[in-house]
């Protein structure tokens, strides 16, 4: 072990030595690029592209173009970036993550890969985790860009198609994760060309990448469509769940956050709904909707992971403490938590199209992150996204003083220290910025502040929109900020006057969170660039996570310890140790889970590249498309009889052949028994396909002169395509939850799902040529077709 720390150490420093010597050669161009004129600094840009398209690598032009965009950034924006920024800058054009201490000019670093990116021509995004930084930042460095030649386009949900396209055709576009997503997946909806917006995915530079690549990596974005009603289902199953007791009734698992019916609630259910058997196959429905409604009301807490606002239960990202916009839980759960909650039910939606976060960013040909955080995580970056962390050296030395951890016994006695401390740091006049895992927690320190008539500002899911505004302040003489452990991510607290020798910004937590990630943000905000500042977390063994993970254990180490009592309090790196240890576990099943996620949604991505690449195939297509749909109609002519001219020539069934051909082929007037029979099932394939020939082009005459049957093609395929690959999608999502049951049958559910995914998809190949043959074959022209 000791070997591997010392060889992980001296790799980081190999990396650290040539990134250096790189971002010295970048340094040597400083004094002849500051003697340039404007003018002739902006030449450098149409120099550089022409030199790119004659042959030289992004490589080569390094050096220069990174100089160059530092003189600018100089000229435009005041601010030139320090040698540190340098070599981050490399990291992320190399297609790595930069770990960059907070403070340390993130921003700014990214503005020098992504200028030299851009001179390709190909786009460059980059992506933030919301709209108010991505607006904020195009505004901010699109200053810099548009004076060094290149266009700054900002994507967001309000824009119509015109203005995404815009935004997409630009050099360098900036939007949020999700916003990408929901655009790729409705690019392959589209029937025309000219409705997709964005360019291919060529480069992408992810702020807080560990937010978006980690943290969401097991949320699908889905885009959903025609309504199921089951509303007054899941008011039943609340009712019903309402009525049960805890132990008795039902058994909560805490470390799976699960929660499931003991034989006596089993008995009150069949009592309730009147069932012979719970589990009878015509009950899945029913069961379906019972397990969300023990879900929504005995493990997703009010205020924690979600808050109701005008009478609609938006998520709560357990990760940031913000509000997540349009986002809702999928496979019921949300319905369930609004009958908990007595808000109007939305119906559900069957998914049209979905893709998670994983499979998204890992279609880029190249995709590079910047954060604060990584390195905890470096082992699922290099595996999944096939990116290497690299921590970045501070510009100051980090001079922030990291107390060890105080454990208390009970939470109020935690709260009433945290209290008394923050008190302390009042009267002495020192900022403080409190950060709490949940929004409750919050609330709960705010009215006990008021209580204390300690003035204060209140930063959680449910103001989030003032958030710049508050994190703008927080570092001012005698500043007392609570937030969730957002805390600001993405913009700096920045010190007020006479802080500084008031000991900087103290960070208080409250409570550890599940990723040691998050705890290192919430640290990070104190300290920036040399700034001092004290950080200390405040603990119970009330904590969801100590009594998840790690209260047995510290409770036997204070037993062994000798301290008991209400008012005992303990204060030792063994208690910071111990945490980090389960912080480490929770890690471990969130990797796991996530690799499990993607493991399955592998299945789904090989499906939907197979159907977005001939989709987007007949789209593109600028003449006739007869290479497509004469295959289809051949192999389901093939399929239909061989199925039917098994065995012994008496046991052909003949007449279904004659039914196929009428209802999918041609008109009753062109095909009798007679012409199947006494023919072998090749010449009966080959009598059928001519006849399917014929009537291609009796139709080809009709449309050809007006230029319309690429057109008719077009939405004959796509028409029959979309319809089957969403109820596919659907499909492959309920067999997906079904799946781990087959797992007590000593089963692979990953390969059954496999192997159950390759069968159906094949069907559904054999479905769409099918109804394709019949919608084209079948189809009656009356009337040009119009867009």
């Not at 805890?246 to 499931?260: I, Y």
């Amino acid at each position: 072990m000791a070997n591997l720390l010392k060889k992980w150490v001296e790799s980081d420093k190999r990396d650290l030595k040539r990134l250096s010597k790189l971002a010295d050669k970048v340094g040597s161009y400083e004094a002849e690029y500051a003697a340039l004129s404007d003018e002739e600094l902006q030449a450098k840009t149409p120099e550089f592209k022409e030199r790119y398209q004659k042959g030289e690598t992004l490589d080569d032009l390094l050096p220069e173009a990174f100089a160059v965009c530092r003189e600018g950034a100089k000229r435009v924006l005041g601010l030139f970036p320090f040698h540190v920024q340098i070599m981050g800058g490399i990291v992320l054009h190399q297609g790595d993550i930069a770990e960059m201490k907070t403070g340390e000019g993130k921003t700014l670093t990214a503005t020098m890969p992504v200028y030299l990116n851009a001179l390709a021509g190909l786009g460059v995004h980059v992506v933030t985790v919301n709209e108010y930084l991505s607006e904020r930042d195009s505004t901010d460095m699109g200053q810099l860009y548009n004076w060094l030649g290149l266009t700054v386009g900002f994507n967001s949900a309000e824009k119509t198609p015109d203005e995404k396209r815009e935004a997409y055709d630009c050099d360098i576009t900036y939007s949020t994760n999700s916003e990408i997503g929901f655009d790729y997946l409705r690019d392959n909806m589209v029937v025309y060309k000219e409705d997709r917006v964005q360019r291919t995915l060529n480069f992408a530079i992810i702020d807080e990448v560990d937010s978006i690549l980690i943290d969401e990596a097991r949320t699908p974005l889905i885009i959903g469509g025609e309504a199921q009603a089951s509303g007054q289902l899941y008011k039943r199953a609340d009712r019903f769940a309402k009525t049960l007791h805890a132990d008795t009734d039902f058994k909560v698992d805490l470390e799976t956050k699960t929660v499931s019916l003991t034989d006596r609630g089993i008995e009150k259910a069949e009592k309730y709904f009147n069932l012979d058997n719970l589990f009878d196959t015509d009950n899945t429905a029913l069961t379906h909707h019972l397990d969300q409604a023990l879900r929504a009301n005995f493990i997703m807490a009010l205020d924690k992971d979600y808050v109701v606002h005008d009478d609609e239960v938006l998520i709560v990202d357990s990760f940031t403490g913000r509000v997540m916009e349009g986002r809702r839980y999928s496979d019921g759960l949300h319905q369930a938590i609004e009958a908990k909650e007595n808000v109007p039910i939305q119906e559900e939606t069957k998914t049209m199209a979905n893709i998670t976060y994983q499979n998204l960013f890992r279609m880029y040909k190249k995709l590079a992150g910047m954060t604060g955080t990584a390195k905890t995580e470096a082992e699922e970056f290099r595996e999944i996204y096939n990116m290497e962390v690299i921590s970045v050296p501070t510009n100051k030395p980090v001079v922030r003083v990291d107390e060890a951890d105080v454990l208390y016994p009970t939470l109020q006695t935690k709260f009433e220290a945290v209290v008394t401390k923050i008190k302390e740091l009042h009267e002495k006049g020192q900022p403080m910025l409190v950060g709490t895992v949940a929004v409750e927690t919050s609330e709960y320190l705010s009215n006990r502040l008021d209580e204390e008539d300690i003035p204060h500002v209140v930063l959680n899911a449910k103001n989030n929109a003032k958030e710049a505004e508050i994190v703008a302040n927080a570092g001012q003489r005698g500043a007392v900020t609570i937030a969730t452990n957002m805390a600001g991510r993405g913009t700096d607290i920045k010190l007020g006057p006479g802080v500084v020798e008031l000991g900087g910004l103290a960070v208080i937590g409250t409570e550890r969170s599940e990723s040691r990630r998050i705890d290192d943000q919430l640290r990070g905000r104190s300290g920036r660039q040399g700034d001092p500042g004290m950080t200390q977390f405040y603990l119970s063994l009330e904590d969801d996570l100590m009594r998840r993970f790690g209260s047995e254990r510290v409770k036997t180490f204070l037993e062994h310890m000798n301290v008991e009592g209400e008012d005992a309090v303990i204060q030792s790196r063994m208690i910071t140790r111990q945490v980090e240890s389960a912080q480490k576990r929770v890690e471990g099943n969130n990797y796991d889970s996530r690799k499990n996620v993607l493991q399955y949604d592998d299945v789904m991505r090989q499906q939907r590249d197979v159907i977005y690449t001939e989709r987007n195939q007949v789209i593109d297509a600028d003449n006739s498309l007869d290479w497509v749909l004469e295959p289809m109609v051949e192999r389901t002519i093939n399929r239909i009889v061989d199925l039917h001219t098994q065995g012994d020539k008496d046991d052909w069934d003949l007449q279904t052949i004659l039914d196929f051909a009428i209802s999918a082929l041609v008109s009753p007037d062109k095909i009798t028994l007679a012409d199947l029979q006494n023919k072998q099932p090749k010449e009966i394939k080959e009598y059928l396909m001519g006849l399917a020939h014929a009537n291609y082009e009796d139709k080809n005459k009709q449309l050809y002169e007006d230029g319309q049957m690429l057109e008719f093609e077009k939405v004959v395929i796509l028409r029959v395509v979309d319809s089957h690959w969403t109820d596919h999608i659907d499909t492959m999502d309920q067999l997906r939850q079904s799946i781990g049951l087959r797992g007590y049958g000593q089963l692979n559910p990953l390969v059954e799902y496999q192997e159950d995914g390759f069968r159906m998809f094949e069907e559904m190949i054999s479905d769409i040529e099918y109804d394709a043959t019949r919608l084209f074959m079948k189809s009656e022209i009356r009337q040009n077709i119009t867009r």
